[in-house]
């Protein structure tokens, strides 16, 4: 028999949450054979007790002791299920069919929110009615779970990023508000088994500016299974084929393909590569065109947008 659990709320938790009301946040996980990892995710999220939470988890059929951790708390989710799937990708579409929440966004099974970060994302939703998706600063985790990495905070903008100013917008970091992604077509594509994060990133740049919050919302651990490390060539041609798709049906971005052209073929010269890196896609990173949104700061008990 599986003991349910239930997790005990702080004084923290109960200052925030008389600050309400708060928006619905639905988050999915999706899972697929990951007991080692997948408790410290689950807890990571249950233990902020944020009040107006839609915790999904899918799991495609795991036979690792997985199950027995996700009835654990079953009490505390809005909805789990376990059945074979296509993959990560459409567990999350299956999850996401789930919810009702006014923001959305996934955590993976094996990573990690940071304590608060629930508290963070919705403030800065109810904050500013205007903003349609944000992300945080990129952090990273150990296979054990420490926190181990922070990042300098980057903004972001549709040309820029299109141009390959950085391929990297932190999925467990990144939410949204469900008009964009009804809007952006209401579904991560699972055609694939990698990048298409990186694909529903680019579908939402049609729609919105992409916020960049000074805070730190969620984090990638690094562990010997992580699909994206184990072939990051291959994931990087996904990407370009992704954004090569997308450039075809904009107009007037002649000379952004051409700067892709010249771009790529630098990155692949030894002994330009890394100087190109630096200096021209360093400078492409803070080019302040393309429709640069401000960066979000907490400043005196409430969040500001400061341009930088």
Not at 98 to 112: C, F, P, R, Y
Not at 145 to 157: C, F, T
Not at 160 to 168: D, K, M, S, T, W
Not at 182 to 197: I, L, P, Y
């Amino acid at each position: 028999m599986t003991q349910t659990c239930s997790i005990p709320q702080d004084d923290f938790s109960q200052t925030l949450k008389a600050q309400g009301p708060w928006p619905k946040i639905s988050l999915v996980t999706p899972v697929f054979n990951s007991a080692r990892y997948l408790e410290a995710t689950i807890r990571s999220v249950l233990t902020q007790a944020y009040p107006n939470l839609e915790y999904i988890i899918i799991d495609g059929g795991s036979t690792d002791g997985s199950l027995d951790i996700i009835r654990k708390y079953e009490l505390q989710l809005h909805f789990s299920a376990s059945e074979p799937d296509r993959g990560m990708y459409d567990a999350i579409n299956k999850g996401f069919a789930q919810s009702s929440g006014e923001v959305m966004g996934w955590i993976s099974a094996t990573d990690l929110l940071h304590a608060g970060s629930l508290f963070v994302v919705g403030s800065v939703f109810r904050t500013f009615p205007q903003v349609e998706w944000i992300t945080g600063r990129a952090t990273g985790f150990s296979d054990d779970g420490m926190a181990v990495e922070i990042l300098n905070l980057r903004q972001w903008s549709r040309l820029p990023f299109l141009a390959g100013a950085n391929r990297y917008i932190q999925q467990e970091s990144t939410f949204w508000r469900r008009s964009l992604w009804e809007r952006a077509g209401a579904r991560v594509d699972d055609s694939r088994r990698s990048a298409s994060d990186f694909e529903l990133w680019v579908r939402f740049f049609r729609y919105a500016k992409l916020y960049a919050v000074d805070a730190i919302i969620g984090g990638f651990r690094s562990h010997p299974d992580s699909l994206g490390l184990q072939n990051l060539e291959e994931c990087h041609r996904i990407q370009d084929e992704i954004i090569e798709n997308e450039l075809a049906f904009m107009k007037n971005v002649a000379f952004l393909k051409f700067f892709r052209a010249v771009s790529t073929r630098a990155l692949r010269t030894p002994g330009v590569a890394k100087p190109w890196s630096k200096v021209v896609i360093g400078a492409l990173r803070e080019w302040p065109g393309g429709g640069r949104a401000p960066v979000i700061r907490f400043r005196k008990q409430g969040w500001v947008m400061e341009e930088r």
